[in-house]
């Protein structure tokens, strides 16, 4: 079975600084991977998607991230962080019609 | 992607009562599922739930206590039963679309069991 692991649980980044968002899969079949972003007080929202073809992949608000087959990793990254990034972020992979998500990771911006 | 609504958005029950949660689509979609978020913890999935069929339940939920509705393409319900604290948690609608199964979530729904 697919699963994700995301270390860290709250990540402390400070305004302008590189926001790093490490996440690896375990998968037997080439996987579809996702990251969402769920703000206070809301749902899950859709950040970018790895499905084939090109392997870094951006998504909205500045996010980007990487497949990397050899290192089974999707890591998320954005160059400056913003205070509007904090929130939790969800990495997850697909398998049979439904999503694994990684416990995620609790972003906190410095002024 | 689709457009999500669940109502109701917050609510506080008290032990031993029922809450139903509905959740509304835009579209027709074929796969929707329902999930847990206890307080700073993951998604946990609880069902899925197709038009048509019985939803399918995953281990650790059962029918009696989180039973589920799905009369048509854009509409699914979830009830928590018989209430306790450890139900205290964020319930939360998706549906699934194209190959890729990737999901678009509602808003939740804030549950607290006094």
């Known amino acids: 079975a697919q699963s994700v692991t995301q270390l860290g649980s709250h990540v402390s980044v400070s305004e302008g600084a590189l926001v790093l968002l490490r996440c690896n899969y375990s998968?037997?079949?080439?996987?579809?991977l996702f990251w969402y972003v769920q703000y206070p007080n809301q749902g899950l929202q859709l950040l970018l998607k790895?499905?084939?073809?090109?392997?870094l992949v951006k998504g909205i608000n500045g996010f980007e991230a990487e497949f990397k087959k050899s290192e089974t990793s999707f890591h998320l990254t954005k160059p400056s962080a913003h205070m509007s990034d904090a929130a939790e972020y969800f990495c997850?992979?697909?398998?049979?019609?439904?999503?694994?998500f990684g416990k995620g990771n609790q972003v906190v911006v410095i002024p | 992607s689709a457009v999500i609504s669940q109502k109701p958005s917050r609510d506080i029950c008290q032990r031993g009562t029922s809450l139903t949660i509905q959740c509304q689509v835009d579209?027709?979609?074929?796969?929707m599922f329902w999930y847990r978020q206890q307080p700073g913890q993951s998604l946990t999935l609880i069902a899925t739930?197709?038009?048509?069929?019985?939803?399918?339940?995953e281990s650790g939920f059962v029918i009696d206590k989180f039973p589920i509705s799905r009369p048509n393409l854009t509409f699914s319900t979830l009830t928590v039963s018989n209430m306790s604290p450890e139900d205290s948690s964020i319930y939360l609608c998706?549906?699934?679309?194209?190959?890729?199964?990737?999901?678009?979530f509602g808003p939740g729904t804030r549950l607290t069991v006094t």
């Open positions: 998706s549906v699934g679309e194209g190959f890729t199964y990737e999901q678009y």
């Open positions: 998968s037997s079949v080439p996987p579809y």
């Open positions: 790895y499905t084939t073809g090109a392997t």
């Open positions: 997850a992979v697909s398998s049979n019609n439904r999503l694994a």
């Open positions: 579209s027709q979609v074929t796969m």
């Open positions: 739930a197709n038009q048509g069929s019985e939803a399918t339940y």
